[in-house]
């Protein structure tokens, strides 16, 4: 490959292209170097490791992304029906991941699978990072959704955001499934559709009743019997010919 007069910015995209498809552990500070048209030593030189490297990629992504997350919020929280407030807080959070790849206000599509893969993985790495950016940005959504629906239990809103952000992955890795179990007649490439999907869903599910909370340690009380039925009994109820 020719080389890029900008070789920061070449490791960098780069970089997020490799990750975003083959995760972090199965590629190597060579691999990125050769889709980068770099040296090896430059990435040293600019990013110390692998590990700085993708430290460097989330965090030119997620302080725009959290940002514009933060000021749809807030624009949110000031709606007054219940329904179209959860609604928007839900689309606050979802679209600017759905925002295109060059747009670093939104975060990328190829950004989010790369965030997917990485947390397949359980890389530990990535955790802490995963920890320290976003931590802040979704406790402002959960109490923002606390005061919308004041009834649920946080533990059960974290639940059911932590859901979302499952499907959120899953929409952005693997979106031809969408399109191949509809038999064609959804297109899972459509981010307006996917994004109005997300929303629609999320909604539901934070609206749906609370679950029963059961203690497992707890053997749960047979339902009661009847009283057994003496031989004499059964015989008058079950006369033999």
Sequence with gaps: M?????????????????FSTHGFNAVSIRDIALEAGANPGSITYHFKSKDGLLLEIYKRHCGPMNKRRIELLVAARRVRDVQDRLEAIARAYVQPAFSSSSDLAGGGARFTRLRAVMSAEGNAV?????????????????????ESLPHLPRTTIVWRSQFLLGALYYTLVSPERVTRLSRGEADGADMAEAIE???????ASLQASDVDHIDSASPRPKPAQPPAKSVAAKRKENPVD
């Design 197 to 203: 999907q997300l929303v629609a869903s999320t909604v």
């Design 2 to 18: 020719t080389r890029n007069p900008n070789m920061r910015e070449a490791i960098l995209s780069a970089a997020e292209l490799l």
């Design 126 to 146: 990535v955790g802490r990072i995963i920890a320290e950016i976003f931590d802040d940005t979704t406790n402002a959504f959960i109490e923002a959704i606390e």
